[in-house]
């Protein structure tokens, strides 16, 4: 026998979707910082170019970062916020010290690989759970993150 949480969903089906969301935070998390070491140390002749893009990156993740550690306590859950736990469970590697553009975009397009993986996996367990909202947030960051995918491998001649 099922019970409901205070959203009207499923509450089987939603500690699922949290514990997966919990993974995006920590994926995301590890994300965030390595782009943050991209932007500082990145050198060359794409400084300007790459500098401004890396920030761009990085403040959006900040900003999805929240967004789904909100929707992890939206479902009645808790976000996991230690960092040991994040390194624990994220399949994103921490980045060395990356200066090479090149070599940080290819980073990045590895990086959204996998976001994009466990997302799609999340939208198929929102729908399952009939939780429109998990699901329209997945939704839009899949479209988002596909078009900056094109955009960095454009970059990097993929």
């Known amino acids: 026998m099922s019970t409901e949480n205070r959203i009207g969903l499923d509450s089987d089906k939603t500690k699922k979707l949290a ?9 995301y998390s590890v ?42 306590l939206t479902l009645g859950y808790t976000p996991n916020h230690k960092y040991t736990k994040y390194v624990e469970v994220s399949e994103i590697t921490e980045s060395e010290k990356v ?22 996996e999340i939208l198929a367990l929102s729908g399952e759970a009939d939780d429109e909202g998990t699901n ?15 955009m960095y491998a454009s970059y990097v001649g993929k």
Do not use: P
Request: hydrophobic share 40%; glycine share 4%; proline share 0%.
């Open 19 to 27: 514990e997966k969301l919990n993974a995006l935070l920590a994926n």
């Open 31 to 72: 994300f965030y910082q390595n782009t943050r070491g991209y932007h500082w140390n990145i050198k060359g002749d794409s400084f300007f170019v790459l500098h401004e893009k890396f920030e761009e990156l990085y403040d959006d993740l900040k900003i999805k970062i929240d967004e789904v550690a909100e929707r992890i």
């Open 99 to 120: 200066s090479d553009g090149k070599a940080a975009v290819n980073e990045i397009l590895e990086a959204f690989k996998t976001t994009l993986k466990i997302q799609r």
């Open 136 to 150: 329209a947030l997945m939704s839009d960051y899949i479209s988002e993150q596909e078009k900056l995918v094109w």
